[in-house]
């Protein structure tokens, strides 16, 4: 059971946006799934700051408190957006960062099932195409890697994997660009902030000071400490199985060297959520969602434009088991 240095997936993981949002042409995007525009742009912008007050995002994007409030409210209320906080995990010690696509025969349920319970496993994908399960990785070492994949391959089931490291994180809201560290400390208090923050992003400062002991504004002073770092990162978390949900499309690219057009136009996407140059097959992987298979098309035939690419292979996540924002336990599982 072989397994290369090979990739055909990427993590799904939400984006960390530019200070302007950025839109593919307006006919394209007009209506997505069963969300309008407004609804997807207030979205967009708590991707980027998942504490952003509704009055802040009307202001924003040039509405009222009330529209914001009427499209936002009943998606939190439903479960179907939630905002957590993250901590970078190489602030944990997590220096390997790797996805592993499985190639397997038969149903994946017992594959499925024993992924869920390893350590190192932060996101778990059912996906179309060669490779029918996908898991990405957290590792200390190269040392512990090669031990997971070990146990993995010997899975029943499994017939080969492939692996691919990032090089470097462009755009993604749950690793960001590597954190600040020069004179940051995890100690127990950021750590207890962070747990209340990744149970629910919006917490308020006074409720966080009642579980840290601290004042008010030493709690608000933390946790603008913790975000400017990027050692946290807080932003909104899209239910993937509830009705009208995106599909989530992978993309694996080869390259001219460099390749700004491509970036440019990935990193202009409002469904970009992960976007990182890869060590293996591709020069490059980005994760997007789209809200009709329209808006997929119209992406890719503008990918198809660009001379800087050489090539472009797409899957689809059919069905997400597991996404881990936080290496402290927390887990966000989907039935």
């Known amino acids: 059971m072989p397994f290369g240095t090979d990739f055909l997936d990427d993590f799904f993981i939400l984006p960390l946006l530019t200070d302007k949002l950025h839109f593919l042409p307006h006919s394209s995007l007009v209506m997505m799934g069963s969300m309008d525009f407004l609804t997807e742009r207030a979205i967009t ?23 914001v ?6 998606l939190f209320q439903s479960g179907s957006l939630r905002v957590i906080a993250a901590i970078h995990p190489r602030i944990l010690g997590l220096e390997v960062l790797a996805h592993v696509s499985l190639r397997v025969y038969g149903s994946p349920a017992h594959i499925i ?3 869920t319970q390893l350590p190192s496993a ?14 990405e990785l957290h590792s200390p070492s190269l040392t512990d890697l090669h031990r997971d994949i070990g146990e993995i391959r010997a899975l029943d089931g499994v017939i080969e994997g492939h692996i691919l490291q990032y090089e470097h994180v462009y755009s ?7 954190p600040d560290l020069q004179g940051f ?14 149970i629910d992003g919006r917490k308020s400062y006074a409720e966080l000071a009642e579980h840290t002991g601290l004042s008010i504004s030493a709690t608000r002073d933390r946790v603008a400490r913790l975000l400017d770092s990027g050692a946290m990162q807080i932003g909104v978390v899209r239910g993937r199985n509830s009705a009208g949900s995106e599909l989530v499309f992978g993309f694996g690219f080869t390259t001219a060297t460099p390749h700004p057009q491509l970036l440019e136009l ?9 976007l990182s140059s890869t060590v293996g097959r591709y020069d490059l992987v980005t994760t997007i969602s789209f809200n009709s298979l329209p808006q997929f098309a119209t992406l890719l035939q503008a990918i198809r434009t660009i001379d800087e690419v050489r090539t472009v292979e797409t899957w689809l996540h059919t069905r997400i088991h597991m996404e881990r ?3 402290s336990g927390s887990w966000v599982t989907h039935e």
């Open 45 to 67: 912008y708590l991707r980027r700051d998942g504490r952003a007050s509704y009055s802040t995002i009307a202001k924003e994007l040039d509405t009222t408190r009330a529209n």
């Open 69 to 74: 409030s009427s499209r936002l409210s009943p």
């Open 113 to 115: 099932e024993h992924l």
């Open 122 to 135: 932060v996101y778990l994908s059912e996906a179309t195409g060669s490779y029918q399960v996908i898991v």
């Open 172 to 178: 993604s809201f749950f690793l960001g660009e590597e």
């Open 185 to 198: 400390q995890l100690d127990e208090t950021n750590q207890l902030l962070a747990q209340q923050l990744q």
């Open 266 to 274: 990935l990193r202009a996407q409002p469904g970009l959520e992960f």
């Open 325 to 327: 924002y936080v290496h």
